[in-house]
């Protein structure tokens, strides 16, 4: 088992913070983002809205979710180890590979199987996680 990303937030203040905490280098992306494309400055402020900046933002917590990444039998381990998050698995009970993120914040345990394509079923889970446990949060 092995365990990837920054924010492993244990309550709602806490994921707060760290999204709060985010914001700057979130507009910053967007902007050096525009920039790169060649936005006037009239064409920026047409089409760098809030919600362009917030999705970076909801993007970037996302991506820097903490996932655990294992066999089903360390993830049983672990989901027995935290009786008190409810189980949100996306996937087939047939898969033996399973990429996992605790959101005690949201009283949930958020996973999904995979067979080979570690990569993509880690990025598919913190999209999973964000939406199913903090975008209420936030």
């Known amino acids: 088992m092995h365990a990837e990303g920054l924010l492993a ?18 507009r910053t992306v967007v902007r050096e983002t525009a920039k790169a494309m060649s936005f006037d400055r009239a064409e920026y402020g047409e089409r760098v ?37 409810d189980r949100a698995v996306e996937g087939s009970d047939e898969v033996e590979r399973v990429a996992w993120h605790a959101a005690p914040a949201a009283d949930l345990l958020v996973a999904a199987t995979f067979h080979e394509e570690e990569e993509a079923a880690v990025g598919t889970l913190r999209r999973q996680a964000f939406g199913k446990a903090y975008m209420d949060l936030l």
């Open 9 to 26: 937030p244990a309550t709602a203040d806490e994921a707060r913070a760290a999204y709060d905490d985010l914001a700057p280098a979130a």
């Open 49 to 85: 809205t809030a919600d362009v900046v917030e999705t970076a933002l909801d993007a970037l917590f996302a991506s820097l979710l903490e996932v655990r990444v294992g066999s089903r039998a360390e993830f049983e381990a672990f989901a027995e180890e935290h009786p008190d998050l």
